[in-house]
């Protein structure tokens, strides 16, 4: 048997990749490799490509430059493969159904809607349920939890098929303490599993405490010019002051062993 390329033992590999919408580029130069089983922290201001890059790893924005590969294939292939929480207000909580129907809208990728899912299927919606600590719910009307709830059955939704690659993009948006701990204890159990996941966040902090690697994004000095990388690496490497500095070009950062925030300045 041959031995694996780096490639492909890769769970994400980028080569002077950029992505964008419409022939607009919004994030570009990346160049990087992804080892299976990282947790990586994204981390960038508004406007410097984090949501653009998530949506182009599942091959839903342009590639525009480069190169990309998901999984050792191309993003589209690895679909199947991926678990994805997209942010907070980009879902319709009006539809009436209840929690158990959406975490079971995640086996529709591999079984089809129109396909009963069985008793190995409804097994694998109670477990997931039970491991974000919702299973008590299930039949709670999806629009009647709270936010952090929310998350949590979408990530649950998410887990059901089983990916090999979880993409989070601002998880813990308007968490209380308790959702937030929640769903930083899965990210690490995730991670210990030997999954690959990748969170799309502001707070820094929650790099420290969940993630192995860090990928800070730097937006463009202008409205018109794309985000590009600021630093990639393993977390204690990446996630330094002058990285972080330059990646928040309009902010006072301050970082330590105990404390990482970011302040904006006052004008």
């Given at each position: ?43 960038g ?76 299927g ?37 887990l ?7 993409l ?24 210990d ?33 794309p ?41």
């Open positions: 048997m041959t031995a694996a390329s780096p490639a492909a033992a890769a769970a994400l590999v980028l080569d002077g990749a950029a992505f964008g919408y419409a022939g607009v580029t919004r994030v570009e130069r990346l160049s990087f490799e992804v080892p299976r089983g990282a947790a990586v922290a994204l981390i201001p508004n406007g410097s490509g984090k949501s653009t890059l998530l949506r182009g790893i599942l091959g839903l924005s342009d590639l525009t430059a480069g190169s990309v590969r998901v999984l050792g294939g191309a993003p589209d292939r690895a679909r199947r493969s991926i678990g994805t929480l997209p942010q907070a207000d980009t879902r319709d909580t009006t539809l009436p159904v209840s929690l158990r129907q959406v975490v079971t809208m995640g086996l529709y990728r591999s079984r089809g809607a129109l396909q009963p899912i069985g008793r190995a409804r097994a694998a919606v109670a477990e997931a349920l039970e491991r974000v600590g919702l299973d008590g719910l299930a039949g709670r009307r999806f629009g009647e939890l709270s936010g952090g709830q929310q998350q949590r059955g979408i990530l649950a939704r998410a059901v098929s089983d990916p090999e690659l979880l989070l993009d601002e998880p813990f948006n308007g968490l209380d303490r308790e959702n937030r701990d929640a769903l930083l204890r899965l990210v690490r159990e995730l991670r599993e030997g999954r690959t996941v990748i969170v799309s966040t502001h707070d820094l902090e929650i790099a420290q405490q969940a993630c192995t690697h860090v990928l800070l994004l730097a937006s463009g000095h202008a409205p018109d010019q985000g590009h990388p600021a630093a990639f690496g393993l977390l204690d490497e990446a996630l330094t002051l002058d990285a972080v500095q330059h990646a928040f070009q309009d902010t006072t950062v301050e970082l330590d062993h105990h404390t990482v925030t970011t302040t904006r300045e006052t004008e």
